[in-house]
């Protein structure tokens, strides 16, 4: 397994994410609370090509990274009432936890492996740092989605980035852009 440069293998977990009503407060509850940033914002994404549950879509989200340790948290909040991954969680279970994101090297041979063990793509789209992501659903006992992100150097360049702002960090500067 190769090494990302925040420390995490590529086919391992990097990223835990979670769905919220209002981004820049659960940034300040993250900050306050837990200790962790800076955090790097994205106010609007609706991206290229987005495909929900084999539609297009054009649902806009704000996105912010930090990390804690060597795990990046993500926190999504969607910016209208469109149909999309985040919508659906919030409509089933509320806020909070939405999905786990891999690191994989083969993104496509990855969702392959993952339908044959009773998973379907429930999302995907192209990323501004390499490929396309896939969120997988179907996993019996899954407690979320299954992020699928392809380990490109520009998401280990972008997400080394983030991590190596954590180290070290005193509170100083906690809300910057994206990218």
Do not use: C
């Amino acid at each position: 397994m190769a090494t990302l440069g925040f420390g995490q293998n590529v086919g391992q977990v990097v990223q835990t994410a979670y769905v919220v009503k209002d981004i820049r407060a659960s940034i300040n509850w993250w900050i306050q609370d837990a200790k962790v940033g800076p955090w790097f914002l994205l106010d609007g994404f609706t991206g290229a090509d987005q495909r929900y549950r084999d539609e297009p879509t054009t649902a806009d989200v704000a996105i912010a990274m930090a990390f804690a340790g060597h795990m990046m948290i993500e926190l999504i909040q969607p910016k209208d009432k469109k149909r999309s991954v985040y919508k659906e969680t919030i409509d089933q279970r509320g806020y909070g936890f939405h999905h786990l994101g891999i690191a994989v090297a083969d993104p496509e041979a990855e969702r392959a492996a993952y339908a044959k063990r009773g998973y379907h793509v429930a999302f995907s789209a192209p990323v501004p740092s390499g490929g396309t992501v896939y969120y997988m659903s179907g996993g019996a006992v899954a407690p979320g989605f299954v992020e699928l992100i392809p380990a490109t150097p520009g998401m280990d360049e972008m997400f080394t980035k983030y991590w190596k702002a954590s180290l070290d960090w005193k509170g100083e500067d906690p809300i910057r852009p994206f990218g």
